[in-house]
């Protein structure tokens, strides 16, 4: 007889290999196809709501890994709490506003027929580009399986969003934080705009280091009682800026020097400037700073007077203690110079080379020859003008801010500028903008935690926002100004009304229509006494403010406000998080999100930047073709993103091999509950699925205590260990006798195959987030008791797995497996035999905490456990101080089962006998 067709084999369709690159995007295709997004807003109509508000990447260029890694990590954790059965939202977004645009349109015109096209051409050129770039990176973001409002996003540039970036504007304005200022801001001189903080880098730059002596005026040697050389020595690292000194600046608590070689420097900075040959006369004098307040010196540049002023930014950790002071071309000056009125000269246009101001105001000898040079080729010849004032010079190289679009070095220039005020009180509020932020942040959930130490210095240490920019494609700072008062109308009516324009017609209305048809009808305005303010928005103003025109505005089905979530990179503290957060502290008070995540940026296997120089870039597109979507979605999961993820062919090999694993586990249970018409009660379970099950139970309780921490590579560690260690290097293993052998509707059988299923249909709650396609996959060829009334992955709400009365205690029974293990492993090596089945255990069974004896003998997959044997011994082992020794079996092979428990060879043991007798091994 051939007892192969009488065993109960594993049985499903349900294929080995994914065929991912294949399968995938025919099934997401699909999913789009029957606007699946929908479905889940159906689906948990009513349930707790969690948002996910999407920060919006730049619409300009295809995806990368870095763009992979942050969808996936969103569209991971928005099915995880929809899986968790929450209603859920995710409109994603693209910023379409700003330079880097403007640079690829340039790029393509020419400057000569940019600067003659009209600016509402241009930015119909803009707005082209953005456009083509929003539907390229929504191709490829869908082709990882990431399920949003694709629909309808959010796109910046809409006629409506920038009408609501405009009333936002508006909005603080009116609360009385919007300021116009002539202060120095960063300035990129290559791409003639203002910048924020947010769009400044740090790279290495040489620059000179002078010491430069800045003789005492003869009223302020009389006032001190000197005679002879005096003079305040100056240390900079920007001779360029020396015409606009109007000041130097002294530390007020600090003693200073006059040396026989007549320089002061302060007392603590003395012997320094000694060891570096800057001075090298005995200090003959002591001087109090708060004695040469308000002194003049003389400015050997332009022989122009500078003031002596005391401020508290003057530091004893470098330079002389004596500060070069030039009100427009530095914030602690300006800050310093507002305080003593110093004159804020700026004699720098906005290519960064001096205009005529240097003829008009004298500012240096020569001054034609100057007109129109570029600031950083005059250093050598201001150097050549100091003479002997100038004490040292010398090189040096240190970090140095660079523009973020065309990393060319910035400036700090004064201009007039828009700014919103950080240190001023919002009208109705109790506190500082500044204030009003940091304390809505306390109510914030961080991951990780160390990413509110981030944030919170940034807030306390920031200036003002600088929000005003001089380029063409953005959203304009659309206000009227008086001609004659200068006075700037804010007039509720008028704001309303060119938002409408906006709602209408887009931002591009305040360039293509006439003052007069942007007023309201019966304004009580003359048009004639107004002029438009040029200036466009900070492209951080529209992103920051993505709260009120996504979620709060009505115009997207995008979620609750504040929303529960917005997690970018960790590059955004300073960027998108401080700017959303300032927006919504300035009109709302509150913070705009409740839980801020961070995440790492992508680099190669050896943790070094991607570049395409370097030849280790990893592309998301081929990585999907060779691999398929899931596996790029897993690698995300089993990474750390809080910190750097490293990423390269290797890696992907590793996670394949993982994802093969746990596809394989669900096949194993899928082929091995085909049969299962009913779960059984769950006091019909034996000692083995018990254990399973109450250990699934803890596993499956840890992995989403993990995941509701939003930490997916410990979840995911601890998911695998389980299926490798317990569930498929156990228990699938010491089951196979009872699913393959026993008789079809065996109580023991049946509750096996019963855990099983509740395992893998929990399991597939968990894994569903991140493996979306496979879960999906495994529904459709899943046994009707398990798939119940499930059409496809998106009806699944993880649900857990039965709690059953607790099983043995395993810790004796684990070690021993080990030991046992160890022991025939040799005999396997040896080829002294080749299953476990052909031995029996024997020993004293009262040390392991299984009752049922065939229960023991599945747990080692022998045919016996004794106190005795007879059989020739061929191994042995220790356990918990007891030993046991390990026998060729007594009995003799089953034909059927393959365990030694029958009398001859040739017929089945009794246990097959009855099950083949019965006949209902089908």
Not at 712 to 735: Q, V
Not at 785 to 811: C, I, Q, R, W
Request: hydrophobic share 40%; aromatic share 10%; net charge negative.
């Amino acid at each position: 007889m051939d007892f192969k067709d009488t065993l109960l084999l594993p049985k499903t369709d349900f294929p080995m290999r994914g065929n991912l690159p294949n399968n995938e995007p025919k099934k997401y295709n699909a999913w789009f196809d029957a606007d699946i997004y929908e479905q889940m807003k159906t689906k948990r109509a009513g349930a707790e709501m969690f948002t996910l508000h999407d920060g919006p990447p730049y619409a300009n260029g295809d995806i990368h890994i870095g763009h992979a890694l942050n969808k996936i990590l969103k569209d991971i954790i928005l099915k995880y709490n929809y899986f968790q059965g929450k209603a859920v939202r995710m409109t994603p977004g693209w910023d379409c506003h700003g330079l880097p645009i403007e640079q690829k349109v340039e790029e393509k015109l020419g400057k000569s027929k940019k600067e003659a096209m009209p600016t509402e051409k241009f930015r119909e050129l803009c707005r082209a580009h953005a456009a083509k770039f929003v539907d390229i990176q929504r191709d490829g973001f869908k082709a990882l399986g990431v399920i949003a409002d694709w629909e309808n996003p959010y796109v910046t540039m809409d006629f409506k969003f920038e009408a609501n970036i405009y009333r936002t504007l508006c909005e603080v304005a009116q609360k009385g934080l919007l300021v116009e200022r002539h202060k120095p801001i960063f300035w990129s001189w290559a791409a003639r705009t203002a910048l924020a903080d947010a769009e400044v880098e740090y790279e290495d730059k040489e620059d000179y280091s002078i010491y430069v002596h800045f003789e005492l005026s003869d009223a302020a040697k009389e006032k001190l009682g000197v005679e002879g050389k005096a003079g305040l020595v100056i240390w900079t690292t920007t001779p360029w800026t020396l015409p606009a000194n109007t000041g130097i600046s002294l530390n007020p608590d600090e003693m200073y020097v006059l040396t026989d070689d007549g320089h002061i420097v302060a007392e603590a900075r003395y012997d320094a400037m000694i060891e570096e040959g800057v001075v090298s006369g005995h200090a003959s004098r002591k001087i109090a700073a708060r004695e040469m307040e308000n002194l003049l010196a003389i400015n050997p540049v332009n022989g122009r007077t500078s003031t002596v002023v005391l401020g508290d930014h003057v530091l004893m950790d470098g330079g002389t203690g004596c500060v070069h002071t030039a009100p427009g071309h530095g914030e602690d000056d300006y800050k310093v110079g507002l305080k003593y009125g110093l004159e804020v000269v700026m004699p720098v246009d906005e290519r960064g080379c001096y205009d005529e101001s240097v003829k008009g105001l004298n500012l240096l000898p020569n001054p034609d020859e100057f007109v129109g040079m570029h600031i950083f080729k005059a250093n050598e010849p201001i150097l050549e003008i100091l003479g002997d004032a100038l004490l040292k010079e010398s090189k040096f190289v240190h970090s140095y801010p660079h523009c973020w679009r065309t990393k060319k070095p910035l400036i700090y220039r004064a201009t007039n500028q828009w700014f919103i005020s950080i240190d001023d009180t919002a009208q109705g509020a109790e506190d500082t903008l500044r204030n009003t932020a940091l304390n809505a942040i306390e109510g914030v959930d961080f991951y990780p935690k160390s990413s509110k130490n981030r944030l919170k210095p940034m807030i306390e240490g920031r200036p003002d926002w600088c929000i005003s920019r001089q380029r063409s494609w953005g959203v304009p700072i659309a206000f009227f100004r008086n001609k004659s008062t200068k006075e700037v109308i804010l007039d509720e009516n008028v704001l309303e009304h060119i938002a409408t324009l906006f709602d209408a017609q887009g931002a591009d209305a305040w360039y293509s229509m006439s003052i007069a048809e942007l007023l309201p009808e019966n304004s009580g305005y003359n048009p004639d006494d107004f002029e438009k303010i040029d200036d466009i928005l900070d492209v951080w103003f529209d992103s920051g403010s993505t709260w009120n025109s996504v979620i709060k505005s009505g115009n997207y089905d995008a979620g609750e406000y504040p929303a529960s979530l917005y997690i970018e990179g960790s590059d955004q503290h300073r960027g998108w998080f401080q700017s959303s957060l300032l927006l919504s502290a300035a009109v709302n008070e509150v913070s705009p999100y409740k839980t801020l995540i961070t995440h790492g940026f992508t680099v190669d296997e050896k943790g070094e930047k991607m570049s395409k120089s370097k030849g280790n870039v990893v592309a998301p597109d081929k990585v999907i073709k060779e691999y398929g979507s899931e596996i790029l979605r897993l690698w995300v999961a089993l990474s750390d993103y809080q910190s750097d993820l490293k990423i390269s062919d290797g890696i992907l090999k590793q996670t394949a091999e993982q994802y093969r694993k746990i596809r394989n586990t669900f096949r194993f249970l899928l082929a091995n509950v085909d049969d299962l018409e009913t779960y059984v009660s769950n006091d019909a379970y034996g000692e083995l699925d018990r254990w399973i099950l109450t250990k699934a139970a803890e596993v499956f309780t840890s992995v989403k205590s993990s995941f509701d921490a939003y930490d997916f590579l410990r979840g995911f560690a601890t998911l695998n260990h389980f299926i490798t260690n317990e569930l498929s290097g156990i228990y699938m293993d010491i089951t196979k006798d009872r699913l393959y052998c026993e008789d079809k509707n065996d109580p023991v059988r049946r509750a096996t195959q019963s855990a099983m299923a509740h395992i893998a249909k929990a399991m597939l709650g968990l894994v569903a987030p991140v493996l979306t396609y496979t879960a999906d996959e495994i529904l459709e060829y899943a046994p009707a008791l398990f798939k119940g009334d499930m059409e496809n992955v998106f009806d699944l709400v993880y649900v857990e797995v039965p709690a059953v009365e607790a099983s043995f205690d395993d810790k004796v029974l684990l070690e021993a497996r080990v030991k046992f293990s160890e022991a025939v492993d040799k005999l396997k090596k040896e080829k002294l035999m080749k299953s476990t089945l052909e031995v029996e255990i024997a020993g004293d069974m009262s040390v392991f905490d299984i009752k049922e004896s065939k229960d023991l003998e599945d747990w080692f997959v022998v045919s016996a456990m004794k106190s005795s044997s007879e059989g020739e011994q061929v191994a042995s082992f220790e356990v918990d101080g007891a030993s046991y020794t390990v026998h060729k079996a007594t009995a003799s092979k089953c034909p059927r089962c393959w365990r030694f428990t029958s009398s001859s060879d040739e017929c089945a043991c009794e246990r097959c006998a009855n099950v083949v007798g019965n006949g209902d091994v089908a």
